[in-house]
């Protein structure tokens, strides 16, 4: 029999030699494949629950990581008010991964950006936890609560407030928002409860309105339309233009007419800067059927339109003017901000900034500077030119129509002692009777320091158009240093 | 010395081993156990409590307490078996421990504790309280009908429950127990007490067919009895795990018997037949070979009785790579079954490559251990039972260890000492003390002359090739 259980035992040193190769292939050989496996969620965990830089507004910080007595987790992310910041940070959470600049400047933030090689290498030396960079914004807290303010409770808004030579922002809010810290939670059940609650209430977390909406921009479009006309040489501010109550529009029964006959309907023609003012429709459509789409769309695109390249470093939903040929009473409703043309809050406050620029269209931005851990300046970007839009000469005499919008035209309550310039805008949805109420705007006219775009989406004309020049003129004035 | 074992000795005093090798070793193995669980302690960040000496103190006094009774009982015995029992039984108390420390917490270390005493105290008494182990083998019908009770249990009305899918499990009111894990040393006893006894039968009343000779129907009938029993059973519990091991236990225990491999070979064949027709017939058992081929599909590891499990406790294992994240410092709780099923795979992530190789190791010198007794006996019953068991340890690790490393398709069995659980400690346990009975036996100096019957108890005459192969230790 002993010769039996020798073999035997020759059997079982087999088998175990199997299972310590098979110990050694999984923890040695395959180990990388395994930890980077898309279903492997221990590096999430283990980020999730290690320290984590700070994003700073003015300083202090919006959104930070504090230890927590949780034994599985280190750390717990907090977000200070959220309801000012949820759309810009997003949220960092296990059950639902990263958005907003949580995801964009997660390099920077984890400290496992490339910059931070050295740092990670004192690290594993010294044994500390990895910290992380902090990354200051260019978000100025006082004109982000302002710009906050302007939008009312139960509304869908959004605004942006920006410094047009730097392309700077200044202040980027939204409503309706939610409160981040009830997904940072660490239990992924919980998280689960409170995204239903989130969602339930008819909020997307994934998403930052002012760079991810694009509603019809309505009558703000105008701006483009007109610098398109300037552009031709066959229309100047003072020229006379003519305005039809109505306007056939080709191969159609369809008419355009002026918004709501109003005061456009009194005047066979008029001045162009006096059309501007008030926003009449028919000499628009009548202009862009004469210069073509591809003049306004050429005009669209050097402010940004058709672009999906823009990150600030949110990545910004592209903005769209049809590139495709329409008929021309697609493209005559089209200039009118309607149809198929869209625009985020922050491409609006692009072309505002470009006029105010002297024609030049910054590159909008968010990031300050990013500081290691021991606050030594690791990345501040410099103000980058987006496009040299227009002429400095077209862009003065824009500025001068949009200060008419406010001094006499549709913006009148923004009149303020502070000169502003800019433009209204009303979309109408379909056929619902709500409506995207604009407006865009600089301020001073003289010397630029903010441009200021506020959009109500889906709202009634009488609420969204009592919201805007009121509104923008609150902004300005607590923003704008006298 | 007042027992009867020892009476030889008494009229020829023998020196006693003063067992300081298990002294030695068994310090050690406190010192292991006690350590990983202070270190898992401090690495989920609790500081040294009550708790922790309190197991400190038990481990130490079971360990003091099984060397004072094999010095008294049986001081012929091993000296390697019970320190390494006893370190892989600290190293699992230490890991649940841990894990019992993530929130929201649970309370299992202090229950395994509780068992490990109850297991060691009666793997003492096995050791005091049976005089002469191969008294075992007049029983032979007995212990297949005690193997029978304890598979059927789980399936009597008020105590049989229920737990994922298994119906393995009886309710005795103050905790549930799993019979099956008693019924593999019952069975083994069994297959053993019957295989001594019929070796010859089986082996020369045959019929040659071809290059094969087969045993006759009836000296293989009771052993295919009790295969179809336990099988019958294991089926409708639907324990795989159970299955292979018993099955593996029942060929192994024929092999060491008749060293026929061309039988095992048979049975090999006959299972593999049985694994394409279950596959076919039992959607279960051909989800979990789906699970085994395919686990790193998407879709599988998040399919119902997918390949989550395996895959998360092979990403546990990866994470661990050749070091470990240290005890306390990783994420074995990702897994399901931590503390029990997957044990290995948390050892593997907190212990890295060098710690898993070492406990799989000391499994290895245990089996080796059992097993070297059974080339040390003198007897068939104690040569086929205690080799059985040695196997029956290894194809238990070879099954659960290889199903967590993804060798073979993962099935549920326990890490014999690790696992969370009471009635795999204690069946294991009381194989330690049944092992160490053989061990001393075979070890005593045996006196020659007319004494060799006295300690044979009549074991001698149905194996006649017993005095030749005494020699040989």
Redesign the interface.
Known sequence: ?????????Y???A??L???G???Y???V??????T??????EL??QFGGPRGPILVGGEPIVESVPSD???FDYQRVYHDPELYSGITGFYSLAYGQTGLEQRLNGWLSGTADDLFIERIRQTFTGADNPGASVELTIDPEAQRVAYSALPEGMKASVVVSEPATGRILAMASRPNYDTNLLAVHSTTQASENMEKITGKGVSPYQNPPTYNIPQPGSTFKLIDAIAMLESGEYSPTGQVSVPNELPLPQTNNTISNFRGGICDRRGSAELSWIFAQSCNTPFSQAAMDLGQDAIRDVAERFGFNDSSITIPLSVNASHFPTEEIPQATLAQSVLGQVDVRASALQMNMVAAGIANDGTVMHPQMVDTVRGPDLNVLEEPQPEVYSEAITPEIADQMTEMMLEVVQSGTAMPARSSIPIAAKTGTADIGTTGKVNSWITGFAPADDPQVAVTLVYEETDYSVGSQLTAKNLKKIVEAVVEQ | MTNTIDSVETEQPVKKPLRITEILLMVMAVVIGSGAYMLSGLGMDQTLDAQYWIQLGVMFALAIAFHIVLRLRAPFADQYIMPLALTLNGLGLAMIHRLDLVPPGTNLANNQLLWTALSIIISMAIVWFIIDYRHMRRFTYVWLLASAILLILPFLPFIGVEIYGARIWVNLGIGSFQPGEVAKLTLAIFFASYLSANRDLILLAGRKLGPLAFPRVQDLGPLVVAWLVAMGVLVFQRDLGSAVLFFGLFMAMIYLATSRLSWIILGLVAVGAGGVIAVNLFPHVEARIDGWLNAFDMDMIYAEHGSHQVVQGLFGLASGGLFGSGLGEGRPDLVFAANSDMIIASFGEELGLVGLAAILLIFFILVTRIMRIGLSARDAFGKLLAAGLGCAMAIQMFVVVGGVLRVIPLTGLTTPFMAAGGSSLLANWMIIGLVLLISHTANRPMLAGPMVNASGAGGGAAVPGQPLEAGER
Do not use: C, G, P
Not at chain 1, 30 to 35: G, H, P, Q, W
């Open positions: 029999m002993n010769e039996s259980i020798r073999y035997a035992w059997a079982v040193v088998a175990f199997v299972l310590i098979a110990a050694s999984i923890q040695v395959a180990a990388d494949d395994l930890r496996h898309e279903a492997n969620s221990r965990y283990k949780s034994s599985s």
